[in-house]
């Protein structure tokens, strides 16, 4: 791991990590913070702290953070906040440098709330003690397996490409779905922001090498706004940039102030019309934020605006073909060369190529999937098109009951599809069906590269915004995207 000269890199490769308000009750809700760190291998030293407990979980207790005698680089304080302050003040007597506040109930917390929060704030800037929170579930890092999180976490995979950053626990429930479908690097949640806040996210996610994609969630602005919108501008031109803001109503901020202290006074129209002098990209809603994630943490920006479809029914052409327009994209025309590759697979009669109704062509190819799906390799290639999006394969065989034949057979046709990513153009696909049992096939698919997505309409929606990034980024400095 390449070690970044940034406050923030500390909370994401600490050598030891301090839980405060441990346990080992299942039933308590602190239970995974322990547990997670364990279960998922974390690379650091582990000092549970609980004055009701000597052991947890086969690990050493202490009583309290001055009985641990050893360097601890990062205290998780998972205590109630009434009880948040002594931990802080034994965090400067110990000479802790950074602290995460698991705990809500401060500046969302009524006048008593927000008088703790002030006082804490206070106590931590004149001590050094660098503080994420409170109300805040991470740092995350897939790298060192460092997770502090409430949910049973399944596995974490290294290797990922997408950092996150959350002003709320959303996307808390969706862990194990983000660490399995997303390929993450990192997740920081702000939360209240007492210290920490957008601007050092920013700040930090821009020079870590390990990070090339970044999607952040605002519902307010912390930190100082003119530098906030200097560093969008300049990160955005690096490296793909998604932001979800909500808040964008009244209603919406006063919802906002319910559960994070923050009210968001930026006007929604002028921080729309900031984001469009940058090449971020904005969405808003959560599903358009995981797509768009998802998008560019897998492929490369297309290639022109040409798209390529690929059906398996006639009717999601029509809608695939409304959506490629209603995004300012258009259907490619192949070539003379790609349509005489393309009848090699056509039924015994003339038909159109784009949208492609491979459905069509499967019926007459039915014993033989995989010639079609090495003859579909000429849609990429062809010259003007810019991405292709496909519509998964129907399944006429089951995940569930495998059989060496049927394990082949999936083997080969996730091959098929592989071939066809590898084939120089970006390359999605839109799943067939909501079956559970296509899931598996699903995750093996992505395991190889290729983004799945819920519905044509969203796979194109994603490559029109990876566009859209690109010829901002071109109009912006000028360069060859």
């Not at 959350?166 to 993450?184: C, M």
């Not at 999605?428 to 598996?440: F, I, P, V, Y």
Request: charged residues 25%; negative net charge.
């Amino acid at each position: 791991m390449t070690v970044v000269d940034h406050f923030l890199d500390g909370f994401f490769r600490p050598t030891s990590v301090a839980i405060v308000g441990a346990t080992d009750n299942l039933f308590k809700i602190n239970y995974r913070l322990l547990q997670n760190l364990i279960d998922m291998g974390y690379k650091g030293k582990i000092f549970p702290v609980n004055p009701s407990s000597q052991e947890i979980s086969g690990i050493k207790t202490y009583a309290r953070l001055k009985d641990i005698g050893e360097s601890i680089d990062l205290v998780v304080s998972a205590v109630p906040s009434g009880k948040t302050l002594g931990v802080v003040r034994e965090c400067v007597e110990v000479g802790i440098k950074r602290l995460v506040i698991v705990t809500g109930g401060f500046s969302e917390g009524g006048e008593a709330g927000h008088r703790l929060h002030e006082e804490i704030a206070s106590l931590v800037k004149d001590a050094g003690i660098r503080t994420l929170g409170p109300n805040t579930l991470s740092p995350v890092n897939t790298a060192n397996k460092l997770i502090i999180s409430f949910h049973h976490v399944r596995a974490m995979n290294p290797g990922g490409r997408l950092s996150l950053v959350f002003q709320s626990g959303f996307y808390e429930p969706r862990l194990n779905w983000l660490f399995s479908d997303l390929g993450i690097n990192k997740i920081l949640d702000t939360g209240n922001k007492m210290d920490i806040n957008e601007v050092d996210a920013l700040e930090y996610f821009r020079i870590d090498p390990d990070t090339e994609v970044i999607a952040m969630h605002l519902e307010s602005i912390r930190g100082d706004a003119r530098e906030f919108y200097n560093l969008v501008r300049q990160v955005s031109q690096e490296k793909p940039l998604i932001i979800l803001k909500s808040g964008r109503t009244r209603a919406g901020s006063l919802a906002a102030m319910s559960h994070t202290g923050a009210m968001a006074r930026e006007n929604d129209k002028l921080f729309e019309g900031i984001l469009r002098q940058t090449a971020a990209i904005r969405v808003y809603n959560w599903q358009e934020f995981f797509d768009l994630a998802k998008a560019f943490s897998y492929l490369d920006p297309p290639k022109g605006d040409g798209m390529a479809v690929i059906t398996m029914s006639g009717g999601e052409g029509v809608m695939a073909t409304d959506a490629c327009e209603l995004n300012a994209l258009r259907l490619s025309r192949f070539s003379d060369a790609t349509y005489t590759r393309l009848r090699e697979i056509f039924p015994p009669w003339e038909m159109p190529v784009n949208p492609l109704d491979g459905g069509v062509c499967m019926q007459f190819h039915v014993t033989n999937p995989f010639h079609l799906l090495e003859t579909l390799r000429a849609i990429p290639q062809d010259d003007d098109v810019g991405g292709v999006v496909m519509q998964m394969p129907p399944k006429f065989f089951s995940i569930g009951r495998e059989s060496a034949v049927v394990k082949t057979i999936v083997e080969a046709m996730t091959h098929g599809i592989v071939a066809l990513k590898n084939s120089g153009k970006p390359f999605a696909l839109w799943r067939a069906s909501l079956d559970t049992e296509q899931e598996e096939w699903i995750h093996q698919i992505q395991a190889e590269g290729v983004p799945v997505f819920d519905s044509a309409e969203r796979a194109i929606r994603a490559f029109a915004a990876m566009k859209t990034r690109a010829d901002r980024r071109q109009g912006l400095n000028g360069i060859e995207v």
